[in-house]
């Protein structure tokens, strides 16, 4: 049976972080589910416009709603921040009767579109697990992730009523997905802490301090390499771990993959970069 979404593919997805667009292809297809692109969606947001303007912010998200809402499907993205403020805004919209009428207005006037709030906004690992199911992954692995892997989800993800049947508090999908793979997950207590995305322009050395705790605390349990089901805090642990290093003085250096890339990696697609990244885990080690 094919699983049907509306595709939002999160933030940087397409300028900073291709490989997760570029993974997304081979990987829904092997996965059995279709993704129908909202044309001319925007940015979620990503928790910076909120805090200037939240109304624009609750507008923009108001009008993806409505395009997945036109073609009757709920959203799926990759991206554990995109899903966070969708979900915030999708509760807040549906919540206040007063608030979504007047975005409507402002839906209408703009771009003449309405919602009502028959959508929903799901992210990839829970489409994997609750919609699809860990065993008929891993009857799909060609190549096992024989590594220890640190689970990072992120502070956005874990939404209550937005995570499936995960505990919001104490989630473990990431870890039972790695499993199904054949990795073997490590207990970590960082794997919902903030790494300041998308403050990085603004605050870099805050930034680089909260990104080298989560580093170093992956490292120091023992883990070989960290999976994120953010795009954006998996570009920052990934492309900042020499400047978060230089900054505090602790070990940074650990491979950090999206959590749509290792998938592609397991289905076998991609068989080049998998190497590269055994390759990679071996060079750095702990």
């Given at each position: 049976m094919v699983i049907k979404y509306a595709y939002h593919p999160g933030n940087i997805a397409h300028s900073g972080s291709p490989e997760v667009a570029d993974s997304m292809v081979p990987l829904v297809k092997s996965l059995g589910i279709k993704l129908t692109f909202l044309d001319g969606a925007?940015?979620?947001?990503?928790?910076?416009i909120r805090q200037v303007n939240q109304r624009l912010q609750l507008t923009l998200n108001a009008r993806i709603f409505a395009q997945a809402e036109a073609l009757g499907l709920g959203i799926l993205t990759p991206c554990a921040s995109?899903?966070?403020?969708?979900?915030?805004?999708?509760?807040?919209?549906?919540?206040?009767?007063?608030?979504?009428?007047?975005?409507?207005?402002?839906?209408?006037?703009?771009?003449?579109?309405?919602?009502?709030?028959?959508?929903?906004?799901?992210?990839?690992?829970?489409?994997?697990?609750?919609?699809?199911?860990?065993?008929?992954?891993?009857?799909?692995?060609v190549n096992p992730i024989d590594f220890?892997?640190?689970?990072?989800?992120?502070?956005?993800?874990?939404?209550?009523?937005?995570?499936?049947?995960?505990?919001?508090?104490?989630?473990n999908y990431m870890e039972q997905l790695m499993q199904a793979l054949g990795g073997h997950p490590v207990a970590w207590e960082s794997r919902t802490q903030s790494v300041g995305a998308p403050s990085l322009l603004s605050e870099e050395p805050?930034?680089?301090?909260?990104?080298?705790?989560?580093?170093?605390?992956a490292k120091s349990e023992g883990a070989q390499m960290i999976v994120s089901a953010c795009n954006l805090s998996h570009s920052i642990m990934d492309i900042y771990q020499g400047k978060a290093s230089q900054r505090t003085g602790l070990k940074t250096d650990i491979p950090v993959v999206h959590l749509c890339e290792i998938?592609?990696?397991?289905?076998?697609?991609?068989?080049?970069?998998?190497?590269?990244?055994?390759t990679r885990v071996l060079v750095i080690g702990n």
């Open positions: 925007t940015s979620c947001g990503a928790g910076i995109t899903a966070g403020n969708l979900s915030e805004d999708l509760f807040l919209l549906k919540s206040d009767p007063i608030l979504l009428a007047e975005t409507n207005a402002t839906l209408l006037k703009t771009c003449g579109l309405e919602f009502t709030g028959d959508t929903s906004v799901t992210h990839l690992l829970h489409v994997i697990v609750d919609e699809i199911g860990l065993d008929k992954v891993e009857s799909m692995v220890r892997v640190a689970s990072y989800y992120g502070p956005n993800i874990q939404q209550d009523g937005f995570c499936g049947d995960d505990d919001v508090y104490d989630p805050t930034v680089l301090k909260l990104a080298a705790s989560v580093l170093n605390d998938l592609c990696f397991a289905l076998g697609h991609y068989n080049t970069r998998y190497a590269q990244l055994r």
